[in-house]
Every structure is written in C-alpha cells, then in structure tokens.
C-alpha cells in the first residue's frame, strides 16, 4: 500500500549574518530525511519512533504531498506523491495534530460540514458521512457544542473524524496522543486499534516518540534517527529482543543480600509505591523459562517478592541500542 | 463553487460570532460618512469644475471613492492575509489534503474579505443615498461587472503578495505600496484630471483610475454604457494581464515551497 524508497530531503539551513557576509553564494543544508526505505502493507499498523527532530513529521509530509522529496521515490498504491498529487490525496489523510488547524467558532458538525464539502461530498451523502465520523469518534452528542468548547481530547478526536470523512485507505498520524492524558491515549488507542484498523480497514502510519504507542498498536515499527532508517521489525520482535532479559522486582531492602546469593545481580530503581517495597531491576537470560527458574530461587531462598514483570525497554533504550546495531559505516554514511 | 461556499460560510460564522465587533463595525462605516458630507459640502465649489465629467455632487463622487477604495484593500490584501493566517494556524495544511484543488481553496479563503468590503461599500453608497446623493440604480448591473473587473485586477496583485509570503514569509510593503499608489492616482478624493501631467501618466496604469472613472460616470453622471467602454476595456485588459502574471507567481511560489518546506508553516 505504501512504498518508500531511498527517499531524501535536505532543508536549506538559516544563515547568521556573519556567516551570509563571509559566504554569500553557499547554501548550506540540513539533511531531515535520509535515503528512507520501507513498504507498508494494506491494513498494517507501521510505526515510526524516533526522538524530536528524527525526520519522522517530515517523512509524513512528503507522503501527503506538502513536500516533494529531493531525491527517492514514495507512492500510495502505486500513485507517485510528486507526480500524482490529486490521486495521493484521495487515497491518504493525515491527521493534523494541530488544534488550531480546526475552526474553533464553528460546531464540530459545521467543522466537518467544510470539509466534507472540500471532499466532494454534497447533500445527503455528505451528512450520512458527518454522522458516521462523528459517531465513530463518539462525538455524535456533542456535534453541536462549538469547538472552543471542547476538551483537548475531544478536539483530537475530530480532528481523526475530520481526517476520515473522505474515507482514506491510509491514515498519518503524528504523534496523536501528545497532548491527551494518560486515560485519554489509553482510550485513544484503543480507539485506534478497534475502530481505525479493525472496524474501518485502515492501513495506519503512527509517528510516535511514546513506547506504549507503539507497544499497544503497530504490527512493525520503523526507528529513524538523524534523518535514517536505523531498522524496521516486526513489534513483537522488537520488544522481545530489547527488553526480553530485562525484569523488575519489588523486595523487602533486607531482603537484597539473600537474593544476591541465589546469583541475581540487582540495581535499585528507586523506591516502590507501595510502603516498605523497594523497586529493582535484572538481567534474566532464558526469557520465560529463565524467569520462572529465578523466581524458584528466590522462593527457594524464603524471600518475599511483592511483584515480578519483565521490563519495557523505554524509546531512549531502543534507540540506542538500534544505534549500537548500526554499523558506524552505515550510520555516517 | 460548493468548495468556495463552504468555505464563505465558515468564515463567515466565525467572524459574524464576534456580533458585537460586526454591529460596531457597520455603525462606524455609517458614522465615517457625516464627516465625509459636511467636508465634501465645503469642498465642492471647488472641485466642481475638475469633476464635472464624473458628476456634479462632490459628495457622490468622494463616496464612491471610498466605497472602491474599501474594495481594492480587499481584493489587495485578502489573498496573502487569509494564507499566511491560515499556515500560522495550521488550517492551511488542513485544506491542502483535501481534493478541492488549490486555487479554489485559495478563492474560498479571500471570499469572504472581499465580500464584507462589498457590503461595506454597499453601506457606505446607501449611507450617501440617505444623505442625498441621486444614484441611476439601473446602471447596478454594470458597475458589478466593473467591480468584478477591479477585483480581478488587484487579485491579482494579492496573488503576487501571497508569492512573496510563500517564498520569504512576507509581502513586505507591496499592499501598501499598491494602496496608497492606487489612492494616490486613482482618483479617490479628486478627478484625475486635477493632478499633474507626469503623475497622470502614471494614473493611466492604476485599474482604480479606470474603475472609479466608469463607475461615477454610470451611477453620476448619466453616462451610457457606450460611453464607459474604453475605460471597462482597459480595466479588463489589466485584470487578464495581472491575473496571467499573478497565476505565474504563484504557481513558482507553491513549487519553491513544496522543495522548501515553507508551505506549512512561516
């Protein structure tokens, strides 16, 4: 559904006065994206992690047709992003996380009336088509509030029924829950999951700089960095491999000494939430089996275990060690 | 035509909810003219003579100028405004991946200026008619024709500003350099015949001077439709030439933008 391929852009790159007076003629460049490549298949969830500044917004631009790319080629079902922008833009919509980008004077229906009609939608096709973004997005009891009136998670969520209304068969979504609270990304996701993918048959492009994001949705993920590609792989594989040996182990203080013994060496993350439970983290080779064989042993050494769970490796471990799997040669390349 | 509706009537929504910014806005157009009417009053035996062939009532014809000036800040400014707005708030992108292609968006989003600058005009030559000013109400149809043409013109000129916003993120003095010009030497306070010979060649390039000279003649003067001729022939040729030029901006500006990035933001 979607194809990258070795595509590029570099930005011209502000100049200070100095720097215009000593080298008028040169045009310095910033490299945002860099000979990018994946495939993304129909009805997929393919994630892009990557820090502030990684490329992934850019990435999203071009795939919109906002930005041509300078070199490389991207298409949506086979259209070009730089040569078929109109066929592009019947087949793609982003999800612009911008608040401001809506009319907030306006009700959400009248939002979306706009923009059903810059659709091409008119008349009864166009109102079916109001009621059945509205009530996916579960605003259809609030159509009528003016959007300045609307929480931030409201507004994020018509945002998503504005970006629906044409029925895109690929959804961009930059950092979505960026600005909702945890319970309202939690739902988000969800959202996102049951209704986008599975209900609405979505293939879904989720740029993200949040683990959970790409922990509860994306089938594949995608790490860019500086602009690069450092790896894309399967989520579940991704997780496994990054985070597997890794476990978290609330103790009793006194307690650190005897499971010391048993051969697990432990360092202290900081006090628990729970009163007189102290939080610590271990490398456990063996994956599930290794873990139940820890587990025994500290049983086995009488030592209390409040709770026991493998740790999420955070977006910061990821990259790195994506960073760490990359070749100096490619990475400077 | 639906896109370019659509979105009239969302502007105007969210401007007309501002209600008492939009009463306050027509009462201070109505108040504008009582100056205007004792000062035109005191002028006119005057300007009597250097107006003769647009009319005879000062007052008429000051209005008149005023209610195009209104327009021509308009069809000016409402294009680069109404972009560099709605890149600032994001609505721009917005609009850019839908299907409506891009020169309708763009005429969608300076429509509804340029009409509340009609209806203002429209305030301002009813104001005057209530104060006295005889207006030939069957010439109507023409003058729009010659309104449409003055907003082509300088649309025009919008279109190269919004080039510049695209480009450098600014229009810098353009809009006002083409206002004042066109007040200057388009006849809005007096006839172009009153002002010097060097400056009246160069009113022969302004669309105002030949907008402003049509309409008076048609609503003031009992002029026919034959006699305006050349002047709406001449206005026409601008707007086709501006527009051409405009389109040709613009059109470069969205490809450096694309490769720039400055399409999304300013």
């Known amino acids: ?333 | 035509m639906r896109s370019i509706l659509a979105l009239l009537r969302a502007t105007w929504i969210s401007a007309t909810s501002y209600r008492i910014a939009t009463l306050l806005s027509v009462v201070s157009i109505l108040a504008s003219i009582v100056p205007v009417f004792f000062m035109a009053k005191a002028v006119e035996p005057i300007a009597r003579a250097s107006i003769s062939l647009e009319g005879s009532d000062y007052f008429g014809f000051v209005v008149i100028g005023i209610a195009a000036s209104y327009v021509l800040l308009s069809a000016t400014g409402a294009i680069p405004s109404a972009l560099s707005s709605n890149i600032g708030s994001g609505t721009f992108e917005a609009l850019m991946v839908t299907r409506t292609p891009l020169p309708v968006v763009i005429i969608g989003l300076a429509a509804y200026p340029v009409m509340q600058s009609l209806i203002n005009a429209a305030v301002v030559v009813m104001g005057a008619v209530v104060f006295g000013v005889r207006i030939d109400f069957l010439m109507l149809p023409a003058v729009v024709v010659i309104v449409l043409l003055l907003i082509a013109a300088h649309a025009a000129i919008g279109l190269i500003a919004a080039a510049l916003v695209l480009v450098f993120r600014t229009s810098g003095p353009l809009i006002t350099a083409v206002v004042a010009g066109s007040n200057l030497l388009g006849g809005v306070f007096y006839s172009t015949s009153a002002i010097p010979g060097w400056l009246q060649s160069l009113s022969v390039l302004i669309p105002l001077t030949y907008a402003l000279r049509a309409t008076r003649r048609l609503l003031l003067a009992d002029a026919s439709l034959a006699d305006v001729s050349g002047d709406v022939a001449m206005l026409a040729l601008l707007a086709v030439i501006g527009l051409a030029i405009g389109a040709l901006a613009f059109g470069a500006a969205m490809r450096h933008a694309r490769r720039a990035g400055t399409l999304t933001h300013l």
């Open chain 1, 1 to 333: 559904m979607v194809t990258v391929d070795g595509i590029t852009k570099r930005f011209r790159r502000p100049r200070t006065w100095r720097e215009s007076v000593r080298a008028p003629f040169a045009a310095p460049r910033v490299t945002a994206v860099d000979r990018v490549s994946f495939a993304v298949a129909e009805g997929e969830v393919f994630g892009l992690l990557g820090q502030n500044g990684a490329g992934k917004t850019t990435l999203f631009k071009m795939l919109t047709t906002l930005l041509h790319p300078d070199d490389g080629t991207a298409t949506i079902a086979g259209h070009d992003v730089r040569d078929e922008g109109a066929a592009v833009r019947r087949l793609v919509a982003p999800v612009i996380a911008n608040e401001r980008s809506l009319y907030w004077r306006l009700s959400a229906r009248e939002n979306l009336r706009l923009f059903s009609s810059l659709q091409g939608l008119h008349g009864a096709a166009a109102r079916t088509e109001e009621d059945r973004v509205l009530g996916v997005t579960g605003l259809t009891d609030s159509g009528a509030k003016m959007v300045r009136d609307y929480s931030t998670g409201m507004r994020q969520r018509l945002l998503i029924a504005r970006a629906l209304l044409a029925r895109p068969r690929v959804l961009l979504l930059d950092e979505p829950t960026r600005s909702l609270d945890p319970i309202s990304a939690r739902d988000f996701r969800r959202f996102l999951r049951e209704t986008i993918v599975e209900a609405e048959g979505c293939t879904v492009l989720l740029a993200t700089h949040d683990a959970d994001e790409v922990w509860d949705l994306c089938d594949r993920v995608g790490i860019l960095e500086r602009g690069r590609l450092l790896t894309v792989e399967a989520t579940a594989l991704l997780r496994h491999r990054s985070g597997g040996d890794r476990h978290r182990i609330w103790l009793r203080p006194d307690d650190v000494a005897r499971v010391a013994s048993t051969g697990l060496v432990l360092q202290p993350r900081g006090p628990s939430i729970e009163e007189g439970w102290a939080t610590f983290e271990c490398v456990i080779p063996g994956g599930a089996t290794g873990a139940a064989a820890a587990l025994t042993r500290i049983a086995a050494a009488d030592v209390p275990v409040a709770r026991f769970e493998r740790a999420e490796p955070s977006l910061a471990d990821l990259i790195e060690r994506a960073v760490a799997a990359t070749p100096q040669g490619d990475r400077d390349a």
